[in-house]
């Protein structure tokens, strides 16, 4: 109770003590006998003295009230002020939290970025080196051609001279041995010939050859970046289920349409749990239509990738 409530209860204690002394005084004075002056004025003092237990018991009353407010208040105070800081701790670790799966996010995000940098850049490589072994295999064709064409021409000359000499041979020999010389000669052309066209054809055959296995190998640089932007468009649109732990992979069975449309997909040999499983059923759903492959032979209805975020 303040010290305002307390002077004035006491100051109204002291005003009743004075009215009760007061009024006690003026029923002394009246012209009455001895006992009737004398036992009003123990019944007023025995009433204010009352007045005065009671009041003090009141005032007593209501500071015990207060205190146990006080003290009810102050336990108030200090849980509320408990709740408020473990709130806060509670807060700090979730931001802290928050803040550590940003970073690794951020993190895996770069890790991506350069992995498909480096892809590119392999890619790139793998091209010009194809390129370059086109251009080489043409300019081998070209001067195998050329090379040839000299040799007809060397036998063509050579065929000329030798007609001439044997026109020549003609004029000194007889028919027989003219005609005889000649099928000879003829016959040994044609074997050089014969000879001639099958070393070309053996060349030829070699440089298809080659040409076959550089298509091949384009086919299979194209055929592996088709792979590559189909997984990276996959990983794209792949939410990551909570509890999922790093190194968690699984082997993606895709059937597809052409336009790259997919319609059924099952995944399979996965080391995650059955909610990692379905994530990446539903990625690859989401990724629909897939990437359009840059040549019509690398397409395939039913492609297998493993699936490694």
């Known amino acids: 109770m303040s010290n305002r409530w307390r002077l004035a209860i006491a100051g109204s204690v002291v005003v ?95 890790k991506q970025q350069a992995a498909k940098k480096q892809a590119d850049k392999r890619r790139k490589e793998a091209e010009a080196q194809e390129q370059q ?32 000499e044997e026109l020549k041979r003609v004029e000194t020999e007889k028919r027989a041995e003219e005609a005889k010389q000649k099928k000879v000669e003829d016959r040994r052309l044609a074997a050089e010939k014969a000879a001639f066209e099958k070393r070309l054809a053996e060349e030829q055959n070699r440089l298809q050859q080659e040409s076959n296995r550089a ?53 399979t040999a996965c080391s995650g749990s059955v909610a990692f499983k379905n994530s990446v059923k539903s990625a690859v759903y989401k990724a629909s239509p897939l990437p359009a492959p840059s040549t019509k032979e690398i397409f395939d209805r039913e492609i297998v990738f493993t699936f490694k975020p």
């Not at 009737?36 to 237990?53: G, H, R, T």
């Not at 468009?233 to 999922?244: A, I």
């Not at 790259?260 to 099952?266: F, H, N, S, W």
Request: with cysteine; charged share 35%.
């Open 215 to 267: 298509q091949q190998r384009k086919l299979a640089v194209e055929k592996n970046r088709y792979m590559a932007l189909i997984q990276e468009k996959v990983v794209r649109n792949w939410v990551k289920p909570s509890g999922t732990t790093s190194g968690n992979s699984c082997k993606v069975l895709v059937h597809q349409i052409p336009g790259g449309e997919v319609i059924d997909v099952k995944v």
């Open 16 to 110: 009743h003590i004075v009215l009760a002394l007061f009024l006690g005084v003026s029923i002394s004075s009246k012209p009455t006998t001895h006992q009737l002056s004398v036992q009003p004025k123990k019944e007023v003092v025995q009433a204010v003295a009352i007045n005065e237990q009671q009041i003090l018991k009141e005032i007593e009353r209501r500071d015990n009230i207060e205190k146990a407010a006080k003290r009810k208040e102050s336990k108030r105070k200090k849980r509320l002020e408990q709740e408020a800081a473990k709130a806060k701790k509670l807060r700090r670790q979730e931001e802290r939290k928050i803040a550590a799966l940003k970073a690794k996010a951020k993190k895996e995000r770069a």
């Open 133 to 164: 072994q086109i251009a080489k295999l043409k300019k081998e064709q070209k001067s195998l051609q050329q090379q040839k064409q000299k040799e007809q021409n060397q036998l063509q000359r050579l065929a000329e001279q030798r007609k001439v």
